[in-house]
Each structure stands twice: as C-alpha cells, then as structure tokens.
C-alpha cells in the first residue's frame, strides 16, 4: 500500500504536470514547443504503427499538447509518453483497437524520457524491442499486457535509473466483447520468457518494483540470487512465472515489502528464516506445492498484513507465534494440509484481523463459549473446519462480517436467533452440508446489495421463508422444508428482485408452483425437483426470458406445456422428467429455444410424433424422451443433430462464465451449472414408446453419441450396417424391438461399449466377434431365434432352431431403468465436472489462461458488481 500510494503519488505528479503544459501551452504557446527533432521522431513513431487511430490528436507543431505526452516545462523535451490503452475507450459498441505494430527506434530522440508506458495494448506476438535498453533516463518502464513475447531483451540491464519495471501479464488475449464468454477458440496465446538467466538484473540497482508476472522463468534456475542482489528492491511480483526450485536462503537481511510468487510450481519447504524479512508486508505463495510446517520465526515478521498461502501442501499446525504478527490483516490458508486445533491463544493479538480464510484442512476450532475476539471479521471461510456440534457463538461479536462459509462443518445445532438478525449485513452466507436442525425464520431481511445465501444438505424444516428483493441466490435444496412455493414468491409488492439462481430441490415442498414469477425476471437457474409439487407450469413462468436451466423431475406436474415457454430464448437445460406431462412434444421447441443442449422429457405421458423441428436445435446433446407414449417414427432429420455429430474434444469446448465465476473462491449455483453443462454426455434415448419404421441408417453419423437406447418400441428392418462407426458408444440397447436380418460385423468396432442389448427382436445369423463383444453374456442376445456362435450354446453350422431359454431381462423393471439411468448420467456429470477441473489442473496453458481470464475479468467486472 506504501508502494502503491508512492506510485499513485507519482502519477498524479505527472498529470499534474501535464495539465499545467495543457493550460500553459493554451496560453502561451511558444513556451511549450517541443523541439522538432523529438516531434518528427513521435510522427515516424506513430508512422510505425499499424493502427494509430488512437493518435489522431498528433497533429499540430507542440508535441507536448498531444495525448499521452509530458514535457519537461522548463526544457520542453518529453519525459513522457504515456500510450497505455484503457477499457474506457468503448465507442459505439465497440472498442478502440489498441495500438500494435512496429515501435520504431525514433524514440532514441526522445532523449529525456523518463517514463514509458505501452501496457494494454496489442504488439501480437512480437518481441520487445532491444533499443528500449538505451533510453538511459527511463525510470518508469511499463510493458503490462502488450501480448509481446519471445525473450527479454538483456539490453533492458543499461536503464540504470530505472525504479519500475512492469512486464507482467502478456501471455493471454481474449476477444474483447466477450466479456462473459471465453471462447479458447479465438484467444491468442503468447509466451514472453527468460531464456537462460537474469543477470541483466542485477544491473539495476534502483530498482523498486519489479513485476514479471506471467513471464516464463523456468529456465533462470538462480532467480532468487540474482534478484536478490538488487539493493533496492522493495516490491517483488513473479506469479505464473513457471518457478519452481526456491534456493535455501542464504539469506542475507532483505528489505523486501512485497513478495508475490503465486502459482508457481515451487515445491520446498519455507526457510527457518522466513522472519529476517522484517519489512514484509505483503507474502503471497499461494498455488505452488509448498510443504512441510509454516517456521515459527514467521512470528518476527511483525510488519505483515497480508499472508496468502492458499492452495499448497503445508501440513503441521499453526504456529502459535502467528499470534506475534499482530499487524495481520487478511489471512489466507485454505486448502492446505493443516492439522490440529487452533485455540484462542493463536488468534489473541490479531486485533486487524479482517479476512480468515482458512478452509479445507483439518483443522478444529477449540475456543470457550464466552470468547470474544479481539478482531472484527469481515471475511470468514472456515469450510471443512470441525466447528460444531454448537453453532459458534462467537460470531454473535463479529459486526462487519458480510462473507462467512461455515459449510460442511459438523454444526448440528440450530441456527440462534440472533444470527437471522445479524445475518442482514451478509452478501454471501454458506451454511450448507451441516445437519443443522429447526426451522427458517419467516422473514430473511439484508441491507447489502445483493445476497447468496446457501443453506443445502441440512435438516431445515417448516415452510419457506419470504424471498427477499436482494438475494441473488437461494439454495435450500436438500432439507425437509415442507408447505409450498407462494410464500415465498407471491409478495404482494412489486418489487424487483435480483434472484438469478433457485434451488428448492429434494425436499417436502407440495402444491401448486405459484403464478408469481412475472417479477423473476433475472432467473437463470430454476431447480424444483424431487419435490411433491402439483399442477401445471403456471403462465407467468413466461417472463423467465433468462433462464438457462429448468429442472422440475421427479414431482406430480401435469398438463401441456405452456406456449409461452417460448420466450426461454436462452434456455440450455429443461428436465421434466418422471412427472404427467401430456400433449405432444411442441413443435416450437426445436424453433424458439436455439441453445438446447439437454432435453429430458423421460417418464410422462407426451403422445403424437417426435417433432421433425427438433432437428434445428443444433446444440442438442441429450434427448431424452423415453417412457412416455411417443409414436411414428425416428426422423431421418435426426442425422444432422450436429451438437451430436462430431466427437468433440476438449479443446472445443466454450467456458461460460457468469459473473459468479469470477469470484472464484466462492462458489454458488450459477458456477456450478456452468461447470456441469460442459459435462453433458450426449444421450439420445427413445425407449418405451410407440414408435416405429426403421432406425434411419443415417444416425449413425451422430459420432459423438455415448448412449443410444432405442428399446421396447416397435421398430423394424435391420440394425445400420455401419454402427460401428460410433465408436464413442457407451451404451446401445436395441432390445425388445422387432429388428430383423443379422447383426452388423461392424458393430465389432465398438470398443467403448460396456453395455449392449440386442436381446427379443428378430435377429439371426452368427454374432460377430470382437474383443469388446466377447465380454458380454448371452442375456443380452435372448430371445432372438436366429442368432447363433458365442457365447450362445448355438453352434452356426446346422439349421436348428436351438431355442434359448427365457431369462428375465434385468432391465424389466421401469423405475430400475431410471434409476440406472440416472446412475448411469450421474457419473457423467461428476466426470465431466472432474474432468473440467482436470483439464484446468493438466493443459497448463489453458489453467493459466482461464485463471488470468477470471483475474482480468474480476478486475473489470467487481467495478460492475458492487
Ligand atoms: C513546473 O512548473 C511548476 C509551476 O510552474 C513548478 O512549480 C515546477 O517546479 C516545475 N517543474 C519542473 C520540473 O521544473
Ligand atoms: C497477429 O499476427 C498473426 C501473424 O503472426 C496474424 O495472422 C494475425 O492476424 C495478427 N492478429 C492481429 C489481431 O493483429
Ligand atoms: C502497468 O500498467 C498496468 C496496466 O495499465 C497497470 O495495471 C500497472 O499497475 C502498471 N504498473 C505499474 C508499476 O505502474
Ligand atoms: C547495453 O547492454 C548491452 C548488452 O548487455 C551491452 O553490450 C552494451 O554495451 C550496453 N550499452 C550501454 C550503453 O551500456
Ligand atoms: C516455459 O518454458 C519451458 C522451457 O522453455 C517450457 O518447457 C514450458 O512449456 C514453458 N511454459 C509455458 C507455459 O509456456
Ligand atoms: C508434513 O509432510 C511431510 C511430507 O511432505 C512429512 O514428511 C511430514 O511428516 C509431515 N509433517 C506432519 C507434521 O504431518
Ligand atoms: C500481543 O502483542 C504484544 C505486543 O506485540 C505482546 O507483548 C504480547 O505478548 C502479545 N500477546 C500474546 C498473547 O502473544
Ligand atoms: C478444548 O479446550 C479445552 C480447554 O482448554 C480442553 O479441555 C479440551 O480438551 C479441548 N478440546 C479439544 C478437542 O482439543
Ligand atoms: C434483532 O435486532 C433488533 C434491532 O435491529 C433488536 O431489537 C432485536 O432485539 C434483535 N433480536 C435478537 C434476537 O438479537
Ligand atoms: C407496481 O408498479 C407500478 C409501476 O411500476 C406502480 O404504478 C404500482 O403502484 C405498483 N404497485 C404496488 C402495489 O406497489
Ligand atoms: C429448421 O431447419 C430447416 C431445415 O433443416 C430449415 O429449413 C429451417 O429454416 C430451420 N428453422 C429454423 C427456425 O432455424
């Protein structure tokens, strides 16, 4: 914060400068000229550019009155030239193209210039240019998220004045625009690095603030002695720097205020030593693989207000001479191996305590139920924490907390009155995964903006309380909350209301769904399942012109969807199943909800034929209408489903990001969704109804199919001779149809196959063999009078009918269908969401790009938010 007011001091100074050469070059203007030299060098500068729209104001004899440049006011010469590109410049719906192309060593005539700044713009690629070693009296030099790359230019070790250095955060480039989205298909990604060693360093000795952030240093094996050699050096920013050895400190006193090393991949243990940086103010380490004990000489750093050591592999306990670090202000540990009990003894002198986050360890709290810290929280993350069985009655004191997770923490209490009251200054609470008991109270009420507030996986009962107009999220699922729905939703006011995610599911809840969503209008996420909810959709449900996911299976629901579900232009999601829906599957369906990727109409009662329109929903990867009284016939349209038809991979994949993405720490409903839809497997299951014809052999273009499941209908002809061209297929079961002719030799090909069933049709002729097909019995070719060859008793050279005894098909039951198909998706779901976090954890450039997207993100974005 020093640093940072220090700098802001220095800026300021600049401007200030500035707006006095602006005001005196209005008034007298041949005070203020620049020399000529140095504006024929800025003009063949701006020459060098490939787009310098942004430099149009460059005209005119006086330099010094042009944008981004500072003169000296005695001397008349630039000491400044300030070209950072900024997010401000958004005209007309689109963005004023940075600056790029080609920096021409005119800029050698600027002989006193002493500041530099060139961040945020977009030089695509290229390298920092060599000659930006010999501009001698640059003290301020800032090349911040320019997207250069390739190597540093060692000349850099001549700009001996220099105090700033900033050549952080030029590897990653979204489209701008997209500020929701990110599409890995249209970033660039660029690499600047360090390719043998930072000797060049060691030149600059004034060196304040060095900030490489983002640049690959995994080849400059001795970076901390090289840097530790600059006398000066009080900030040191090297996160996402690929580090990984962290030398033993031989360690001489250091000055260092700042020191950030976050993900690296640095895997020692912390020097005894820790507390010779007196001075450190700030240490973050978080994300590398630290391990062993945190030194109990981290007491001595008695000048430390922040400590992040989030996301290693520290174990041991807390050192009780944390409590000597009495500057302490923001604490950050979770997900470590910590172990032990923290007593009131290790928390006594953080009286400047304000961010505990300490989640996921092992850690316990073992505190007297009178006790009264000396702190005033106002972040609290204590997941995975033994707290309970008592609520902590602490938190009574804490008057400025607005972010607690208490969730999965053994509380199985029920929550005190006083904490309803004090909850009202919350904007994120987390209760969830408790087994906490009693009821909700009937009116929540919250003075901040807006509110998550989570409470699943508890023992919540009673009704549901009144929705608050400021809750952004609202999870209860997984309680035994009973009564139903209007309470909460039919408030009479009509205010607006910011819910955006809703989750009532698994519980007791009963009635109708009420007609009071016209007010819901930010709804994106809907999950009403597992519930003992009757009645229609209601109307008003219309207005939901947001939603992205709809989940109502698993209740009593009836009647014809409503045609105004129309409006869910943006829907991606529906599940219905296992309710009494009737009518036919809409046509409109495949019209008005472009974004449908999943679906799920499973166990209703929807009659008619399979709507031919279904084919435009060209994100459909999940079609789900089995077990209802569906008839006609497959249509041949279903070949061009083309979310199905390709075999995606990874690299393919979108990443939605709602804003709750950005605080990434936090979780909530709406990241959850956004994760969990990447994982959607593709499934197209028409079993149990009516239909009828031929499987049209052109569904087997849908390669990117995992589960095909078309049985108990009345389908006809032969199975498509080329089947085994749907290589990904999991899961095929043609059974209880009455398909003729022989089993195609391709189907042989399916080597991901682990279910198959091809058992009562009317199929005939020896069973292909294949290393995958020989790991199935002979239950699942019963029942067809023709087949012979193993693993049926039936040898092929005769002509005997050789009947096969009738078992009964394991999958007779309906309801053990469902249930293993819903076993079956729900790995799928976890996989995928594993999978997700894998992806992050292994293509490293694609963990770094999206944590830097989510860190560029919130940037903006909390500007947005609150
Ligand atoms: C610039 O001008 C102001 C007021 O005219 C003066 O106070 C300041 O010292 C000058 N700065 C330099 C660097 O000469
Ligand atoms: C970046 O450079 C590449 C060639 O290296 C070029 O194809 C691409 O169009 C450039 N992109 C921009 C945005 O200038
Ligand atoms: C460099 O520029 C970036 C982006 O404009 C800014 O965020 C950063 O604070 C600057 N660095 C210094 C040392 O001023
Ligand atoms: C600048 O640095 C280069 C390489 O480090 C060196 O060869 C050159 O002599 C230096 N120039 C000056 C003026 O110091
Ligand atoms: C960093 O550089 C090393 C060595 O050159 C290379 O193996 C690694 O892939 C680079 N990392 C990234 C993220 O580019
Ligand atoms: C901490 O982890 C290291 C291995 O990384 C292990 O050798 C040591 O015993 C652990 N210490 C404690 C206190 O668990
Ligand atoms: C709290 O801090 C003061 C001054 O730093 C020190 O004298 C005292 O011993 C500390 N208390 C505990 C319990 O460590
Ligand atoms: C908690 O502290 C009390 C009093 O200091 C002690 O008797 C008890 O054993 C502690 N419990 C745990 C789990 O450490
Ligand atoms: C709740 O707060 C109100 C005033 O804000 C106060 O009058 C009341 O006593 C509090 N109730 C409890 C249980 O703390
Ligand atoms: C509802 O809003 C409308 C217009 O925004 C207003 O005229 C009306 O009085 C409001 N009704 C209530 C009950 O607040
Ligand atoms: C649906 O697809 C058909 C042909 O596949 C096409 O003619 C029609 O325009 C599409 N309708 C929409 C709304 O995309």
């Not at 030149?203 to 304040?208: A, D, F, G, I, M």
Request: glycine residues 6%; proline residues 5%.
């Amino acid at each position: 914060m020093v640093k940072k007011s220090r700098l802001l001091a220095i800026f300021l100074a600049i401007s200030f400068l500035a707006t006095i050469n602006f005001s005196s070059s209005n008034g007298d203007a041949n005070n203020m000229l620049c020399t000529s030299i140095e504006r024929q060098a800025l003009l063949t500068f701006r020459q060098g550019l490939a787009n310098p729209k942004k430099l149009s104001s460059w005209v005119g004899e006086d330099c010094c009155a042009w944008a981004g440049i500072h003169c000296d006011n005695m001397t008349g010469s630039v000491v400044s030239l300030n070209l950072k590109n900024s997010y401000d410049d958004y005209v007309d719906g689109s963005w004023l193209a940075p600056l790029g192309g080609e920096i021409s060593p005119s800029l050698l005539e600027l002989k006193h210039l002493r500041s530099l700044d060139l961040s945020m713009n977009d030089f695509n690629g290229t390298s920092i240019p060599d000659f930006i070693g010999s501009l001698q009296n640059l003290y301020y030099l800032n090349l911040s998220r320019a997207l250069f790359s390739g190597k540093i230019p060692p000349q850099l070790g001549n700009l001996s004045e220099l105090r700033y250095l900033d050549m952080s955060r030029n590897s990653f480039y979204v489209p701008l625009g997209t500020v929701f989205t990110l599409d890995l298909r249209y970033s660039r990604h660029f690499v600047l690095e360090e390719v043998e060693n930072l000797q060049w360093l060691s030149h600059l000795s004034h060196l304040e603030y060095l900030d490489m952030s983002d640049v690959n240093l995994s080849k400059a094996s001795r970076w901390l002695e090289e840097i530790s050699t600059l006398p000066s050096l009080l900030e040191l920013h090297l996160s996402y720097c690929e580090l990984g050895s962290f030398p033993s400190l031989r360690c001489s006193p250091s000055n260092l205020e700042l020191i950030k090393l976050g993900s690296n991949k640095v895997s020692s243990s912390l020097p005894r030593k820790l507390g010779n940086f007196k001075n450190l103010h700030c240490l973050d380490l978080s994300d590398n693989s630290f391990s062993g004990p945190v030194p109990v000489s981290l007491g001595r750093l008695s000048s430390l207000r922040m400590l992040y050591l989030t996301g290693n592999k520290f174990n041991g306990s807390l050192p009780e001479s944390l409590t000597h670090v009495s500057n302490l202000e923001e604490l950050r540990i979770s997900y470590n191996s910590f172990e032990g009990v923290v007593t009131e003894t290790h928390l006594a002198n953080l009286t400047r305590l304000k961010v505990f986050d300490a989640s996921s360890n092992s850690l316990a709290l073992n505190v007297s139920s009178a006790w009264i810290p000396n702190f005033q929280l106002t972040q609290l993350h204590l997941q995975s924490w033994k707290l309970g069985p008592q609520f902590p009655a602490w938190l009574r004191t804490q008057n400025s907390l607005s972010y607690l997770d208490l969730s999965n923490a053994k509380i199985s209490d029920k929550v005190p009155t006083w904490f309803w009251n004090m909850s009202s200054q919350l904007s994120r609470f987390n209760l969830s995964h408790n087994q906490i008991k009693g009821k909700l109270p009937n009116m929540l009420k919250f003075d901040v903006f807006s509110v998550g507030i989570y409470l699943g996986s508890n023992h919540f009962s009673g009704p549901l309380p009144r929705l608050p107009s400021n809750v952004r999220e609202l999870d209860l699922s997984k309680n035994s909350i009973t009564g139903n729905i209007s309470f909460l939703l039919c408030n009479p006011s009509n205010e607006t209301y910011k819910l955006s995610g809703l989750d009532l599911s698994r519980n007791l809840l009963s009635g109708e769904i009420p007609n009071c969503w016209r007010h819901l209008t930010d709804l994106i996420l809907v999950k009403l399942d597992n519930n003992f909810l009757r009645g229609n959709i209601p109307s008003s449900m219309s207005f939901l012109s947001q939603i992205q996911s709809f989940d109502v299976r698993y209740n009593s629901l009836s009647g014809k969807l409503p045609f105004g579900l129309q409006n869910w232009s943006m829907l991606e999601s529906v599940n219905l199943g296992s309710n009494n829906f009737s009518g036919s599957i809409p046509s409109w369906i495949g019209q008005s909800l472009p974004k449908l990727m999943f679906l799920g109409l499973r166990s209703n009662k929807f009659n008619g034929e399979i709507p031919r329109e279904l084919c435009n929903l060209t994100s459909l990867q999940t079609l789900d209408i089995a077990y209802n009284n569906l008839s006609g016939t497959i249509p041949g349209c279903f070949s061009n489903l083309s979310a199905m038809l390709t075999k995606r991979n990874e690299s393919d994949m979108t990443y939605r990001g709602f804003e709750e993405t950005m605080l990434l720490a936090t979780k909530g409903l709406l990241l959850e969704y956004a994760r969990s839809t990447l994982a959607f497997v593709t499934i197209m299951d028409l079993s149990q109804n009516n239909l009828s014809g031929e499987i049209p052999p052109k569904i087997t273009h849908l390669l990117g199919l995992r589960y095909l499941i078309l049985s108990n209908n009345h389908f006809t002809g032969k199975i498509p001779e080329k089947i085994g061209d749907m290589v990904l297929l999991e899961n095929l079961d043609l059974s209880r149809n009455q398909l003729g002719g022989k089993i195609p030799p391709s189907i042989s090909r399916l080597t991901s196959l682990s279910k198959l069933n091809l058992s009562y049709n009317n199929l005939s002729g020896e069973i292909p063999r294949g290393p995958q097909l020989q790991t199935f019995t002979e239950l699942i070719y019963i029942s067809n009078n023709g087949l012979c060859g193993t693993p049926l008793w039936k040898m092929c050279s005769g002509n005997g009918s050789g009947q096969i005894p009738k078992i009964k098909d394991p999958d007779d039951d309906e309801n053990d269908t469902i249930a293993q198909f819903y076993v079956a998706i729900a790995p799928g779901f976890v996989v995928g969401l594993a999978g997700f976090c894998a992806i992050l954890v292994f293509v490293d450039s694609w963990r770094i790009a999206y944590f830097r997207f989510i860190e560029d993100m919130k940037d903006r974005l909390f500007a947005l938010f609150q």
